[in-house]
């Protein structure tokens, strides 16, 4: 079926390719908004309102848009991002620009250089000592990334409880003066 919609002309293979993303995309979305809403209405709520979902919805939020529109380029995650961004319910505001660029990105790629020539750039840049040493940097420096700005918010939140504590509140309060 693919060879037969990438054979059309590239306006109309990109236009069914498109719907049929967007079909599916959509669809994954709405399967995991139903889990969530159906969980709610269960034993499941009390985990499901627990804080640290809570904080996990924020962040998917307010974030998750990169990752939704990102893993239309990639091979297997598609339906796993879609399906967290239903679970974690992302405002539709956010997620339909986000999967409609996503969307139109692989539209694009299906419709002109198809899975194999992709594939086929992929295993010529992973053949490549070169790129196989910047992929490794890039990885090491998303993780690094990531450790920082964890590091970072646990001590923003260990600043913020001993400012709001009753006793070390106080003492950071009293800022000590030199006498001359």
Known sequence: MMDSIVSLPFVWAFLIL????MLRS???YWTGRALAAGGRKTKLQKYLDAPS???AE????????????VSFLTIGIQTAVNMSAGLGR???????????????????IYATIGIAAFDAALAAAAGSPLSLILLVLLAATAALGVHLFRVSRIRKLD?????????MGQELAVKPTLQA
Request: with cysteine; aromatic share 10%.
């Open 18 to 21: 498109f719907v049929i993303v």
């Open 26 to 28: 959509n669809a994954t």
């Open 53 to 55: 979902v809570i904080r």
């Open 58 to 69: 924020k962040f998917i939020a307010r974030w998750g848009t990169a990752a939704v529109s």
């Open 90 to 108: 992302m405002p539709l505001r956010r997620y339909i620009p986000a999967t409609v660029v996503g969307s139109i990105a692989w539209a694009c």
């Open 159 to 167: 600043q913020s409880a001993l400012e709001d504590c009753p006793v």
